[in-house]
């Protein structure tokens, strides 16, 4: 083709040659007639439907690598059909209950799923750009899966019974939207349906145009980011003092740095069922300790405490912080490291050591604090 | 609007699949937007969607509707090719389930069912891909054999001759006895094979002495030309420049020596014969070899053999071992792997032979096709292609362009009796040029062969646009301003 259009067009007949890999069974066969491991695809199709199909053999599909192929990739496809077609349906409940100007309405998590949506646009552009569509459908599995339908709807979702702020709502449906009209061609028919389903629409996806790219706030992002870990961590924290989840607890931080806080109070209070959030500024007796980062929290609950788990459970971060600092020490006491590594690296390792230390410190008073010295 | 309680995928594919095509969303016409213009590569018309396709296509969907919604007037062209080698057998096994031979039928007869074939059960991929979603312009579905793109591909044929890339010459080629055509390189699969490895004894003339072949092939050695050793080899070289007589047939061969030949394979001796054997027929052109061609057309020995004529290539092989066991000249046999070529539609071992057929000779037009790529002029994702594809450029071997095949592109050369002809895009033409040439008139008749379909495919990026045919329309000036062209292999 390259040389008939040299010779009959007088130029190249295209600028972009992409090159697939081939498809083999999940033991690596080639798939072929004659081996009879090709499954049959109008089968599949009718089965699990074309977005599950397509997103089934795009998932396995590193751009120009031969791609591993077995049914499962279409369940997980079919998986993924069915989160977005719950969250539809949880919206849909909500569009019945909006409250204009609700007091305390989670406008970060607005405000961050904002930002979270232009980085995804610029990382999706740099994929494209280099035609690896596989990491581009991940990145949004990603960012469907795990940020809109776990933290974001879990973050703006109402009380029980409780009304939802329509301008919430209405920015809700609109990121939905935007996100259906991302995936669209990976998952054309899904996505057409959810954007029609989610309100009336005057037009269709496939022909809707993208917004144009904008640089997001890093900050919020940030925040976002350290708002997940900590919600993650007093989580875990609460499911190793075997709290059940309708059991409160008075959550206290310890911060130098208050403002990594602001306007995510609320969200955080109610994501660890906090019935009291306030910040210390020094450690509190008889409580749950943990440390994200360089901040100390304190659980405080009436429910009592074994004390015995949270002691193992502490000392058992001691040993390895222990270990994990003699490591970093031995690396910095080397000369050759410090003299040859990049600076940044350097640096890198200093942040852990003195990381590492600050979580000792505190693992230490906690331990002091049980033992009621 | 109650949702149900899971996403229902039959109905909303068809729904909205529908409901696109009405609205016309994936119909593009030049216009202000940038063009993001993508062909698919034409499938075969016989061809059923595969896990392959499924990639292909769901890749090339993605990015074409992804440049839909970025505002670029996106073009995805459809369209099929005629698959002459595939479509043919197809149309075969439907005129014998109807009791017919295609023996029995003129050309026009075959042609008219072959495109009843077509019209019946042919494009069924296309129906396909809708149910994937792709998002394909359907007023473009272009067919290789459509009236614009086969005048297309006669007139390139026409050109390239006249500019003298294309010549008719006896050579090599791989013969598929079962669809009795030419294939290219591309068409055969190699596959290791376990066969028989024959030590023979063939008798020096006019002495006791003997030389000790091994071939996995016994039943060709009445086409045997030679026999080569390397010239360092201390056990032969009391006998080059001798004759050595091929058993049962008792003709006289000379022993010849070539660096060629391994000294540590079988006895270090080998059988020449080059005209079924790629390597033997070089061997042959250095040394002036006669060629002794033993085969008919579907592989069973002629008359040239002497002996075994009529039997099947396969059944020969058979018979004969007795035959040169019981004269004395087979020595021992012994088990042996190596790779066989196999044609790639009918299964049949492939054999080499040497046949006049239409070539391109591909120096002529490969060096742009290679520059382009090796400058990132045209960009391979990943680039690590751009290795396999410099290999393929630097080694280009002239393109066996001739197939013995009814279903395709006829190719446009008339000869008169004596075997003179002439390229010309019609009879009318033919007869002009015939008598500017030879300065007489005669009765021509059209070459009964058609062109390999990769001679009419390797147009598809253009001639989908009418760039051919029509040059200069409003699409192809589009395609041509090279803003973003892209297409996937």
């Known amino acids: 083709m390259i040389m008939a259009g040299f010779e009959y067009q007088g130029q190249k007949p295209f600028n972009e040659v992409y090159f697939t890999g081939i498809v083999r069974d999940k033991i690596g066969r080639k798939m072929s007639k004659q081996l009879g491991n090709s499954p049959d695809l109008l089968g599949l199709v009718d089965q699990y439907g074309a977005d599950a199909v397509r997103f089934g053999i795009l998932i396995a599909s590193p751009a120009g690598n031969d791609l591993m192929w077995d049914e499962s990739s279409n369940e997980q496809g079919l998986h993924f059909n069915n989160k977005m077609w719950n969250a539809l349906k949880l919206v849909k409940i909500w569009e019945g209950r909006t409250q204009d100007n609700q007091s305390n309405a989670p406008w970060f998590a607005v405000n961050w ?73 990976f998952m054309p028919f899904i996505t057409e349906e959810i ?29 976002a980011t350290f708002l997940k870990e900590v919600i993650t961590a007093v989580r875990d924290a609460r499911t190793r003092a075997q709290l059940k989840p309708k059991d409160t607890i008075q959550l206290f931080i310890q911060t130098v740095n208050q403002k990594m806080y602001e306007g995510t109070e609320s969200i955080l209070s109610r994501q660890v069922n906090a019935d009291e959030f306030a910040f210390v500024n020094e450690a509190k007796d008889n409580c749950i300790n943990l440390v994200v980062q360089k901040d100390s929290f304190y659980l405080q609950t009436t429910v009592e405490l074994d004390t015995t788990s949270l002691r193992e459970q502490l000392e058992k971060d001691r040993i390895y912080y222990i270990g994990f600092l003699a490591a970093v020490e031995k690396k910095l006491s080397n000369e050759k490291f410090v003299a040859n590594a990049k600076p940044e690296v350097v640096e890198m390792e200093r942040k852990k050591k003195a990381d590492a230390e600050a979580k000792l410190k505190v693992i230490e008073e906690s331990l002091a604090k049980i033992d009621g010295r | 609007m109650a949702i149900s309680k899971n996403f229902e995928h039959q109905a909303a594919e068809e729904k909205w699949y529908k409901h696109w095509l009405q609205k016309g969303y994936f119909h593009s016409t030049p216009d202000e937007r940038e063009p993001y213009t993508v062909v698919i590569p034409p499938p075969n018309v016989t061809g059923v969607l595969h ?11 993605i990015l074409v509707r992804r440049a839909r919604m970025q505002g670029k007037n996106a073009c995805w062209v459809p369209g099929t090719d005629h698959a002459s080698i595939a479509t043919e057998a197809k149309v075969v096994h439907m005129l014998r389930e109807r009791g017919i031979a295609k023996s029995s039928l003129s050309r026009d007869e075959f ?152 000294m540590d394979f079988g006895t270090g001796a080998l059988k020449v014969t080059p005209a ?72 049949a071992v492939v054999e080499p032979r040497l046949s006049l057929q239409w070539w391109v000779s591909m120096k002529n037009i490969s060096g742009p096709a290679l520059q382009a790529v090796e400058s990132d002029e045209i960009k391979f994702y990943p680039a690590k292609f751009k290795n396999l594809y410099r290999h393929w450029m630097e080694n280009i071997k002239d393109w066996c362009i001739s197939r013995q095949l009814w279903w395709g592109h006829r190719i446009p050369a008339w000869y008169d009796a004596e075997g003179n002809y002439v390229v010309a895009a019609n009879e009318a033409d033919a007869a002009k040029i015939y008598q500017e040439k030879y300065g007489k008139t005669t009765s021509l008749r059209q070459d009964e062969d058609c062109l390999d379909t990769w001679f009419s495919s390797w147009l598809w990026p253009f001639e989908v646009f009418k760039g051919y045919s029509e040059p200069g329309n409003a699409d192809v000036k589009i395609l041509l301003s090279n803003k973003h062209t892209c297409n996937c292999t």
């Open chain 2, 111 to 262: 042609l008219s069912y072959a495109w009843e074939w077509k019209e019946k059960y042919g494009g069924i991929i296309l129906q396909q891909l809708r149910k994937l979603g792709c998002s394909l312009d359907w007023e473009r579905t272009t067919f290789t054999m459509d009236p614009h793109y086969y005048q297309s591909v006669i007139n390139v044929f026409i050109d390239l001759y006249n500019k003298g890339f294309i010549y008719r010459g006896k050579r090599m080629i791989n013969w598929d006895v079962k669809a009795q055509t030419a294939l290219s390189d591309e068409e055969v699969i190699r596959r290791e094979t376990t066969q028989s490895l024959y030590h023979l004894r063939y008798n020096i003339e006019g002495t006791e002495d003997y030389i000790i072949i091994a071939t996995v092939r016994p039943e060709t050695i009445m086409g045997d030309t030679a026999i080569c050793v390397h010239p360092d080899d201390e056990r032969y070289k009391h006998l080059v420049g001798k004759k050595a007589l091929v058993p049962l047939i008792n003709r006289a061969i000379p022993i010849i020596a070539d660096e060629y030949v391994t």
């Open chain 1, 113 to 185: 799923f904002e930002q979270r949506l232009r980085q995804v646009r610029i990382q999706l552009d740099e994929l494209f750009r280099d035609f690896r569509l596989s990491e581009a459908l991940k990145t949004l599995y990603t960012l469907i899966w795990d940020d809109f339908c776990s933290w974001y709807l879990e973050w703006v979702k109402p009380g029980f019974e409780q009304p939802i702020d329509t301008a919430v709502y209405e920015k809700t449906v609109s990121f939905f939207e935007e996100l259906m009209q991302l995936l669209h061609p």
């Open chain 2, 276 to 347: 079924h054997d790629m390597n033997d027929n070089q061997l042959g052109q250095k040394h002036n070899l006669e060629v002794i061609d033993i085969f008919n057309d579907n592989g069973t020995l002629n008359e040239t053999a002497q002996i075994l004529i009529g039997e099947d290539r396969f059944d020969a092989r058979k018979k004969i071992i007795p035959m040169l066991e019981e004269a004395g000249n087979l020595v021992k046999t012994e088990p042996y792997t190596s790779e066989v070529g196999y044609s790639e539609r009918t299964d």
């Open chain 2, 51 to 61: 896990m392959g396709h499924c990639l292909n296509n769901t890749i090339q969907d």
């Open chain 1, 195 to 223: 954007y029609h389903q989610l309100r009336e629409q005057k037009g269709d996806i496939t022909v809707s145009q993208y917004s144009t790219t904008e640089t997001p706030d890093e900050q919020l992002l940030q925040k």
